[in-house]
């Protein structure tokens, strides 16, 4: 590897570090919840009364509400399977261009 691209490595993980860092050290005792409860909190300041006009798929297919570990676990496999098709598609983009540089210097 040349040391250009070592040097970009490091200050890459560096970022990478801060980025994952600087919020917990920054945010001390801040609460995160939920887009949904927050956009239906806010909807019922402002409006009074907030009805949802409809109810998630799985929650009306099992006749209530979805554990929280059970909706933690479905995020986790949707990230996952979103993740393995992009390093699919990056994997196949490094090799057609590796191949193509092969095929070059013969």
């Known amino acids: 590897m040349e ?11 560096i970022a990478a ?3 994952a860092a600087v919020p917990f050290l920054a945010l001390k005792g801040a ?14 300041q402002i409006h009074g ?6 109810t998630p798929v799985l929650e009306s297919l099992i006749g ?15 990230t996952g399977i979103g993740v393995g098709i992009i390093a699919f598609f990056l994997g196949r983009l490094y090799e057609r ?4 540089k092969d095929d070059a210097e013969l």
Request: some cysteine.
């Open 49 to 54: 009364e907030y009805e949802p006009w409809f």
């Open 31 to 44: 609460e995160f919840g939920g887009s949904d409860d927050a956009g239906s909190a806010m909807a019922e």
């Open 64 to 78: 209530g509400e979805i554990p929280g570990e059970i909706e933690s676990l479905l995020f986790c496999v949707q």
């Open 3 to 13: 040391k250009k691209h070592k040097k970009l490595l490091v200050v890459l993980i």
């Open 97 to 100: 261009r590796k191949l193509g």
């Open 17 to 19: 570090v801060l980025i």
